[in-house]
């Protein structure tokens, strides 16, 4: 049974930085390019950065370039989303997803996911 479980979300100022962390159990992590999306209130779920089964590509959303940073340690199953500069833009639920793409790919497109993470709400203030 696969689980995975985001953690790391909370309220903080603008300006400020979080991290987020995923685990996923149940399957062969190192087998799985992972990514993180997010939802603010109705707005449809975007792709925020995804990594590929090796951790050495990443993309990112426009909108986070510079800011936040993607990372995986294989070793310990777990996917990182360092976020600085954060801004109320930023607010919305962060999700956790694994796919399985050829080894160097990377996709912020949601239908590409397979397991996802029930969210870690993320909320930055004026």
């Known amino acids: 049974q696969v689980q995975v479980v985001e953690s790391g979300g909370d309220l903080v100022q603008a300006g400020g930085s979080l991290r987020l962390s995923c685990t996923a159990s149940g399957l062969n992590f190192d087998d799985y390019a992972m990514a993180w999306f997010r939802q603010a209130p109705g707005k449809e779920r975007e792709g925020v950065s995804a990594i590929d089964r090796s951790g050495r590509r990443t993309s990112y959303v426009d909108s986070v370039k510079g800011r936040f940073t993607i990372s995986r340690d294989n070793a310990r199953d777990t996917l990182y989303l360092q976020m600085n500069s954060l801004k109320p833009e930023d607010t919305a639920m962060y999700y956790c997803?694994?796919?399985?793409?050829?080894?160097?790919?990377?996709?912020?497109?949601?239908?590409?996911?397979?397991?996802w993470g029930q969210g870690t709400r993320v909320t930055v203030s004026s």
């Open positions: 997803a694994a796919a399985e793409l050829p080894y160097f790919a990377t996709s912020l497109t949601a239908r590409e996911y397979t397991y």
